[in-house]
């Protein structure tokens, strides 16, 4: 790894929103998800959760590798397991819904740790999932269709939350919100992906990188590295 992806990746973990995230209700069809994760990055999301109970789906093995590689994503069976999983974070839950109660994508509080949740293709979100919701928000709209696709519907609410962010300086911390394991371990697998994928097959840590980002391993583990 040279030191400008070295430094180049430790700025994209510095500005990354650990309390942003999106959790996706049987969103699935690859390009869709390709686009929401590429979205997801560009934005500072480290993490997004989606509800998949088709095992095919959880392999994520259609989806862009070059975004899937810098936002993680966690897979639950069912909306109650992710909504519970969002709830233990403190995140208000927000439902792109039309619903009497619903309000202007623009202005909801996106600087308070935030979920937003967004439903599949072709039904939308569940009636149970709206019911987990804090709020239903809606992207106002003066045409004759009264929805957007899943993922350019994503990509605004994400910028919104962008731009509420920036302005309360989330994007300029000193210090990353991931912690330094996160952050070790991104660097690694991002800066050196052969040995990586090595030492994870065979059980071994990641040791150590140098203010240049290169691996400051003793030699035992590179003997171990190198034993078939």
């Known amino acids: 790894m040279n030191l400008e992806r070295y430094n180049r990746i430790q700025q994209v973990l510095k500005s990354r929103q650990p309390d942003l995230t999106l959790c996706l209700e049987e969103v699935h069809k690859p390009n869709n998800v390709s686009a929401?994760?590429?979205?997801?990055?560009?934005?500072?999301?480290h993490k997004i959760h989606a509800v998949w109970p088709d095992p095919k789906m959880r392999t994520l093995s259609h989806t862009s590798a070059g975004a899937r590689n810098w936002v993680d994503v966690e897979t639950h069976e069912n909306i109650d397991d992710a909504v519970a999983t969002l709830k233990s974070e403190n995140m208000q839950i927000l439902a792109t819904h039309l619903s009497d109660s619903a309000v202007d994508y623009r202005d909801v509080?996106?600087?308070?740790?935030t979920a937003i949740l967004l439903g599949g293709e072709k039904h939308g979100i569940s009636k149970h999932a709206l019911s987990l919701a804090d709020q239903d928000i809606i992207i106002p709209m003066v045409g004759m269709v009264q929805s957007l696709n899943v993922s350019v519907a994503s990509a605004?609410?994400?910028y919104e939350a962008q731009r509420q962010r920036q302005m309360a300086g989330y994007y300029d911390r000193?210090?990353?919100?991931?912690?330094?394991?996160?952050?070790?371990?991104?660097?690694?697998?991002?800066?050196?992906?052969?040995?990586?994928?090595?030492?994870?097959?065979?059980?071994?840590?990641?040791?150590?990188?140098?203010?240049?980002?290169?691996?400051?391993a003793p030699e035992s583990w590179w003997a171990e590295m190198q034993r078939r």
């Open 36 to 45: 929401i994760i590429r979205s997801a990055d560009a934005t500072g999301v």
């Open 109 to 113: 509080d996106y600087t308070k740790p």
């Open 156 to 158: 605004l609410i994400l």
């Open 174 to 216: 000193e210090q990353s919100a991931l912690s330094d394991e996160v952050i070790h371990r991104t660097l690694f697998e991002r800066g050196h992906p052969v040995l990586a994928k090595v030492a994870k097959r065979k059980g071994l840590s990641y040791p150590p990188l140098d203010e240049l980002g290169q691996i400051d």
